[in-house]
């Protein structure tokens, strides 16, 4: 490709119309393509592999920030290993969970108040000592099953 002193850098020209003809879309813009959401259905592979069973979250939707939020506001006990540490390599937390994120989870200790924000890094399990939460609740559903 040679560059045109007229041009200014990083121009492409626009394909050109036949002679005598003008683009449909002539001074407008063209309308936007918007591709239709694709979602297989119930009970086939999903996008990343693996089986949607009908009743449990996606595969997709599976992960472990995504669980610990639909179980908001259970007890529960958090097993983590810090490495390098000299104090203690390995402690369990004991707290509701208040709230999780892609990278984190935030319990509260109802015996003392304390809270702890623990980066998900260190997580290693998580234990609950009543049925885990593993279906979104929408208004009249309430269902709860087995993690996979």
Do not use: C
């Amino acid at each position: 490709m040679t560059n045109n002193p007229q041009q200014p850098p990083g121009f492409y020209p626009q394909a050109q119309m036949p002679f005598g003809q003008q683009s449909p879309y002539y001074g407008m813009q063209p309308p936007p393509y918007t591709a239709p959401p694709m979602q297989p259905p119930a009970g086939v592979a999903g996008a990343k592999g693996g089986i949607n069973v009908p009743g449990m979250l996606p595969i997709e939707e599976s992960y472990i920030e995504n669980i610990l939020r639909l179980n908001k506001g259970k007890l529960v006990e958090v097993f983590t290993t810090f490495e390098n540490n000299r104090e203690w390599n390995a402690k369990v937390f004991k707290g509701v969970i208040e709230a999780a994120g892609r990278d984190h989870l935030i319990l509260s200790d109802p015996e003392t108040g304390d809270r702890y924000l623990i980066p998900m890094v260190y997580v290693d399990y998580v234990t609950f000592n009543e049925p885990i939460d593993y279906e979104y609740h929408f208004p009249g559903a309430v269902a709860r099953y087995s993690p996979r």
